[in-house]
């Protein structure tokens, strides 16, 4: 290699390429040794220069351009998404970006040569069609970029939104799945029993609300003597219960866990451990012999190392930021309180005649408090669990999702009904609203839905609900009018 001219830094030849290190000074006027590689001297030399350049600007000289998609895609979900929208938002669309979006489309340019095209945008989805997604999920996959793709034309980086012009997958609308009448009798029976907890059952199948905001009720929230005699007894949604990941604290997520995470595949009895396989018939000449780089790669079957849902776990790369749940200075994750939904979803919910269990469930509560020498506050958690502290006494705090579903699963199998998801209370409480008449505009505010479309999947249900009332109807006429008088008898008709 000739000899660098004068001032220039030292370029070294390495096993990928080639590599330099400099010192860079940040905004903030902090001094620090940053690596420079590419594949020839010359793209190092010219990274160096980019990196002078954005010095010399007054930013952070080795942030990665946002001209590209993957760049962008990165800024605009840590910049953009994090700060104006829920956690859980940021978090599902950083999977989606991390695991589809940045390895099917991530090199290419917003704009100018070697820009993103529809067709690229079309083989992604066909990709991830033939690695057994659903067809839900690439919607959804679809939709993250499309949204990236706006705020970038929004900021001048782009002209047009690709994703406009691809054919996106076709998804069947789910039905809506309410329980059965007598399985939900034979839940509310069982419910009633339990005096610690029945409370919460019976809130989720007669309000609907969500599981979060239910098992996020304090008491403030809970009016059982409204000042105004025209007010009833209620509860006014204002929060809910999430459990957020956890993010680092450190300042050096990389270093912070790079004993700890997986490096590279792991090995099973001399196979590779890879969560994906060769669809193309040819490993050994393959792109570099990595199952999980082929184009035509498939789900591979689950190893005797990872026999769990998920399968096995892809390796870490070099500049793996996840495992916060183990930075010894971790923060953000665990249960939080989150505002609601959306902001018609800050309701109230009148109590009707569940306003004396409310008073009764009150009671037992501050008795429990006492019998494991605590205090009561009023403004505590409706829903409680007691745990043991670290120093051996008892401490009260709010229902982790995870105890709630197990309660859930414990309840329907006491009840003796197949198995159903929780959120079937909500689909119950509403189908059977629409069932008695109730309004659609009023079970829309009941519920707390955003949205006409969302609701009228409800009515779709409780319209067969009415059919089979009818059917019984005209089943008893035609069996001699006695079974109609049995129902109208029923229904307090005075014959």
């Not at 220039?8 to 290190?21: H, M, N, V």
């Not at 200075?329 to 009148?350: D, H, N």
């Amino acid at each position: 290699m000739s000899r660098q001219p004068n001032g220039s830094t030292t370029i070294r030849r390495t096993a990928r390429g080639y590599e330099t290190k400099i010192t860079v000074t940040d905004p903030d006027g902090t001094k620090r040794r940053a690596n420079v590689r590419a594949q020839t001297a010359t793209a190092v030399r010219d990274k160096v220069k980019a990196i002078r350049g954005r010095e010399a600007a007054g930013v952070d000289p080795t942030v990665a351009s946002i001209d590209t998609v993957a760049g962008w895609l990165t800024h605009w979900n840590e910049e953009i998404v994090k700060p104006n929208l829920s956690r859980n938002y940021h978090a599902g669309n950083r999977s989606m970006i991390v695991q589809h979006l940045i390895p099917h489309l991530g090199g290419w340019r917003l704009d100018g040569a070697n820009r993103l095209q529809p067709e690229h945008v079309q083989r992604m989805l066909t990709a991830l069609q033939e690695s057994g997604l659903a067809s839900k999920y690439r919607l959804e996959v679809l939709a993250t970029l499309k949204r990236a793709l706006k705020s970038a034309m929004k900021a001048g980086k782009t002209t047009t939104n690709v994703c406009d012009m691809v054919e996106a997958p076709k998804v069947r609308e789910r039905k809506v799945k309410a329980l059965k009448r007598s399985h939900a009798r034979a839940i509310i029976a069982e419910a009633v029993k339990d005096e610690e907890y029945g409370l919460r059952w019976l809130l989720g199948m007669v309000l609907g609300p969500r599981k979060g905001e239910v098992t996020g009720i304090r008491w403030p929230m809970v009016d059982l003597d409204p000042d105004d005699e025209d007010d009833e007894p209620g509860i006014q949604l204002e929060t809910q219960l999430q459990r957020h990941s956890w993010e680092h604290g450190c300042g050096d997520a990389v270093q912070c866990v790079r004993e700890l995470h997986a490096a590279k595949p792991h090995i099973v009895k001399g196979v590779r451990c890879s969560k994906w396989e060769h669809g193309c018939g040819d490993p050994e000449s393959c792109t570099r012999n990595r199952s999980d780089k082929c184009p035509k790669r498939k789900p591979a079957t689950k190893c005797k190392m990872h026999q769990g849902k998920r399968g096995c776990p892809r390796p870490c790369s070099e500049k793996c930021t996840d495992h916060a749940r183990l930075c010894p200075a971790r923060k953000g994750g665990g249960l939080q309180e989150v505002g609601l939904k959306t902001e018609g979803s800050e309701r109230p919910q009148p109590l009707g005649v569940l306003v004396d269990r409310v008073r009764e469930h009150r009671e037992r509560q501050i008795r429990a408090y006492a019998d494991h020498g605590l205090t009561w506050s009023s403004d505590g958690f409706m829903f409680v669990r007691f745990v043991h502290d670290r120093r051996g006494g008892w401490r009260a705090g709010p229902v982790d999702p995870r105890v709630d579903h197990e309660r859930w699963v414990e309840l329907i199998e006491r009840a003796g009904v197949p198995y159903a998801r929780q959120h079937a209370q909500r689909h119950t409480s509403a189908t059977l609203l629409l069932a008695t008449g109730t309004p659609l505009e009023v079970v829309m505010e009941l519920l707390g839905h955003a949205n006409l479309r969302t609701a009228k999947r409800y009515a779709e249900a409780a319209a067969s609900m009415k059919a089979q009332a009818t059917n019984r109807v005209a089943e008893a006429l035609l069996n001699g009018g006695s079974g109609l008088a049995d129902l109208l008898r029923q229904a307090g008709v005075d014959l």
